[in-house]
């Protein structure tokens, strides 16, 4: 399983660290696959903070930095790859992963927002998106067996994530 995260530049919240944490950890635990992989875009703030959560649950993490220098985390991952223009990377993350988690510093989406855009990339390729409010609710969206997205939205990770669909 490769996991996707996309989060402000601006670093988690508390609550959005708490819910990110919970939600790893249960990924991991019913991950079939045995290495999961945790990707991330190198960015300072969130990625930075997520990528150190996921390596205390002993996911493999691959790196896909922007190119914009003064941006980058430089937190050492298991692959690095080379720079690429920041919406082309975004791209590379939705496409290869499922699920996508997203951690805004907003309660609404956003135009000119990387997290955002990597979460549209998502949405138009029919992934499983977790959204991680800045107040640590989690907001789960996939596509099920009847046209469009369905969203299901709580508070608690252990009461919902333990079915696979919800």
């Not at 496409?95 to 805004?104: G, H, R, V």
């Not at 949405?123 to 997205?149: C, F, L, M």
Request: with cysteine.
């Amino acid at each position: 399983m490769n996991v996707g995260f996309t989060g402000t530049q601006k670093g988690l919240t508390q609550e959005q660290q708490t819910s990110l944490g919970r939600l790893l950890g249960h990924l991991r635990k019913f991950d079939g696959s045995g290495d999961p992989e945790f990707w991330h875009g190198d960015c300072v703030g969130a990625d930075t903070q997520a990528t150190q959560l996921a390596q205390s649950f002993k996911y493999t993490t691959r790196a896909w930095p922007g190119d914009i220098a003064e941006k980058r985390g430089h937190l050492p991952s298991n692959y690095m790859h080379d720079p690429q223009p920041n919406l082309k990377r975004n791209r590379i993350i939705a496409a290869s992963c499922e699920p996508i988690i997203a951690c805004p510093k907003e309660f609404t989406m956003q135009q000119r927002s990387g997290t955002w855009a990597t979460v549209r990339y998502a949405r138009q390729d029919s992934k499983t998106v977790y959204v991680i409010w800045p107040d640590g609710r989690i907001d789960k969206e996939w596509v099920g067996d009847v046209p469009g997205r369905l969203v299901q939205r709580h508070t608690d990770i252990d009461i919902d994530l333990r079915r696979d669909r919800l």
